[in-house]
């Protein structure tokens, strides 16, 4: 297994959740590391993105203010603190690698195997 993601669950709407994705598979500077995720019926869709190198962020509107991708380089792992959290959040979650910029998921190498998050109202 190259990326693990864990941390999913079932929430409340309003609470925060964190996600981890622990990597396996080599990541350099150059790379960037992302998470999607796929609602029942739904194409997969950006989340957030964090350049290895630099650590810049970039984020889905729909998650901007709310969410926040990091990582940790010493243990080549990957976060996403989920916050104010509502129905539409509901999906699976996914961790993937990308070698150069972009959101689009046929960029990316490497993927988890998802991680449930379910929001309740």
């Known amino acids: 297994v190259q990326l693990q993601a864990s941390g999913g669950g079932l929430v409340q709407a309003g609470d925060s959740l964190r996600l981890s994705c622990t990597a396996s598979v080599r990541t350099y500077s150059s790379h960037l590391m992302g998470w999607f995720r796929q609602a029942p019926g739904k194409e997969r869709e950006f989340v957030a993105l964090?350049?290895?190198?630099?650590?810049?962020?970039y984020y889905a509107d729909s998650v901007k203010g709310r969410f926040t991708i990091s990582r940790d380089g010493a243990k080549n792992t990957l976060y996403l603190q989920m916050t104010s959290l509502n129905a539409e959040d509901t999906a699976v979650y996914y961790c993937a690698r990308a070698t150069s910029y972009s959101n689009t998921p046929s960029d990316f190498d490497y993927w988890g195997q998802g991680t449930q998050v379910t929001v309740s109202s």
């Open positions: 964090i350049r290895c190198g630099t650590g810049r962020t």
